[in-house]
C-alpha cells in the first residue's frame, strides 16, 4: 500500500470539494506515492504526536485539524506549528487533515455526536450551497438508454432516496463536419440532421470528473455537445451540523446530565431553563454559535456545540436551550470513527489510534 492508497478512500468518504471556503485540508506534509508503513489517527497534529508516530513506526498522520491552517512564510522552529512540521519532515512522515470535509459529510463529525445522543430520523442542519450540478447532453435515440444507465453508473441521477432519475426530451440535431472530421453517422462536409435524445440528469458535484469520463468514453459522437450547471438545489446529505430527535422528551436538566455523561464533558455550560421537554435536537461539532439561527427557525428545543460566547447566549431568544460542552469534547469521537472507517477498509493493515491527549484546555 501507499499513502495515496489511504487518501483516495478518505476522500470518497469526505471529498475536498466540501470542505469550507478558509479550511485547509488534504495531504498537508509528505508524498503520496511512498509505501505506507503505519497510519496513526488523531484529532490534532502537535510534536508530541509526531513524536508517537515515530515511535509506533508510523509515516502517515491523519489527522481531524490541519497543523497548516494559513499560509507558513518559514520554517524556524519559532511556533508550534513551524516545530511539528520540522519534525515530520525530518522523519519523513505525511500528515493529511480532513477537518470541515468530514463536518460536512452525512455520516461524519455530527452523525457521531447523534450516535452518541441516539438521536434519530438526522437531517443536515445547514445544507452546503452550490453542491449540486446538472448535466446536459444530446445523443442519438438508438444509444440513449445505454448512455443513461452508463451516467447512473458513475453516480448520476440520485434524488433523496430515488436512484436513475433523469428528464429526455426529443429533438433533431444538426451538424456538418469538416473535411478532418470523423462523424459517427453522415460524412465529412456533408450537412445532417439526426434525431437526438436531450439527457438531462443531476450529480453531485464531487464526481464530475467521473461523470465526464462516463460521458466522453460512452457517447458516441467524436465530438460531444454537453452542459453543466450549478444549481441551487441543495443535496439532502451535504453540509454542516445535524437534527435529530430523542426517542422519548426528557426534561431539561436531565438532557443536560445525559448529554454531559454521554459528551464525557467536564461541564456544559448553557442559557437559561425554559421549562420544556427536550426532544428535537440539533447538534454541531466544534465551533457552533453562528447556527443558533437555524436551529431556532428549524423549530429545536436544544442545540449541543461549542466555542458559544457570552453575547451569543442571548441568541437562544428564550426558545430554545443551548448546551457549550467545549471544542474537543464534541469533536473527540471523531479520531474513533476515522478508525473504525479505515480498519472496515483495509482490514489487513495497522492502523493506530492516538494515545496523546491534544486538548490544550484544562478544567480545575
Not at 443531476?202 to 450549478?230: C, D, G, M, N
Request: hydrophobic share 40%; with cysteine.
Amino acid at each position: 500500500m501507499k499513502i495515496q492508497d489511504v487518501i483516495q478512500y478518505l476522500e470518497t468518504l469526505a471529498p475536498l470539494t466540501y470542505a469550507e471556503d478558509f479550511d485547509n485540508v488534504g495531504l498537508l506534509v509528505g508524498n503520496p506515492d511512498t509505501p505506507l508503513r503505519g497510519v496513526l489517527i488523531t484529532l490534532d497534529t502537535l510534536e508530541s504526536v509526531v513524536e508517537e508516530a515515530i515511535a509506533r513506526d508510523c509515516n502517515l498522520i491523519v489527522s481531524f485539524h490541519p497543523i497548516i491552517f494559513g499560509g507558513l512564510k518559514r520554517l524556524t522552529g519559532s511556533s508550534y506549528v513551524e516545530r511539528t512540521v520540522i519534525k515530520a519532515i525530518e522523519h519523513h512522515i505525511a500528515i493529511y487533515a480532513i477537518h470541515t470535509a468530514l463536518d460536512n459529510s452525512f455520516w461524519g463529525v455530527n452523525s457521531r455526536i447523534c450516535d452518541r445522543l441516539a438521536l434519530s430520523n438526522r437531517e443536515i442542519l445547514l445544507p452546503q450551497a452550490h453542491t449540486i450540478e446538472q448535466l446536459v447532453t444530446y445523443v442519438p435515440h438508438k444509444d440513449a438508454a445505454a448512455l443513461r444507465e452508463h451516467l447512473f453508473a458513475a453516480g448520476a441521477g440520485n434524488i433523496g432516496n430515488y436512484a436513475k432519475c433523469s428528464f429526455n426530451t426529443e429533438g433533431m440535431g444538426t451538424y456538418m463536419g469538416n473535411a478532418q472530421s470523423h462523424p459517427t453517422i453522415g460524412a465529412p462536409e456533408v450537412f445532417h440532421s439526426e434525431g437526438e435524445t436531450r439527457i438531462s440528469v443531476i450529480f453531485p458535484k464531487h464526481l464530475r470528473r467521473s461523470i465526464l469520463q462516463a460521458l466522453f468514453t460512452h457517447h458516441p459522437y467524436e465530438e460531444v455537445a454537453y452542459e453543466i450547471y450549478t444549481l441551487e438545489n441543495t443535496h439532502q446529505h451535504i453540509g454542516l451540523g445535524m437534527i435529530g430527535y430523542l426517542e422519548t422528551p426528557m426534561e431539561e436538566l436531565p438532557f443536560l446530565n445525559f448529554v454531559k455523561e454521554r459528551m464525557q464533558t467536564a461541564c456544559v455550560r448553557h442559557s437559561a431553563l425554559l421549562g420544556k421537554k427536550i426532544q428535537k435536537v440539533a447538534v454541531l461539532g466544534g465551533s457552533g454559535a453562528d447556527a443558533i439561527g437555524a436551529c431556532i427557525a428549524a423549530g429545536c428545543d436544544a442545540y449541543v456545540t461549542s466555542d458559544i460566547k457570552y453575547h451569543e447566549f442571548f441568541k437562544a431568544e428564550g426558545r430554545l436551550l443551548l448546551a457549550d460542552i467545549g471544542h474537543y469534547e464534541s469533536e473527540q469521537f471523531t479520531k474513533l470513527l476515522l478508525w473504525e472507517q479505515l480498519t472496515k477498509k483495509f482490514s489487513t493493515f495497522a492502523f493506530y489510534l492516538a494515545n496523546t491527549n491534544t486538548n490544550p484546555i484544562n478544567y480545575l
